[in-house]
């Protein structure tokens, strides 16, 4: 297989060969795209949760369970300022 990387590329794999961590280019394209495969694969998750959540919520919307916009973004904001304060 011929690969031609770009130079930060190249050098990040010879780092990662030099330290011993990957034996070879090979197996650093394995690791990569194993990587890659799984966070594929939680994108897909998450799109799926997010997919059924907005289904929940046209239904409800439907059914005229709806929520205060302005107060829901107001605790939404309270919630992101309480944890600013705990970091």
Known sequence: MSLSLP???QQFTDRQIA???YASLDEILVAGLQALAEREQLYQGR???LR???LLGAD???R???LDAAAEI???RQRLRSRHAEQ
């Open 7 to 9: 130079p930060e590329l």
């Open 19 to 21: 330290s011993g961590k």
């Open 47 to 49: 799109f799926e949760e």
């Open 52 to 54: 059924q959540e907005v």
């Open 60 to 62: 409800e919307a439907e």
């Open 64 to 66: 005229g369970v709806l």
């Open 74 to 76: 107001e605790t939404i």
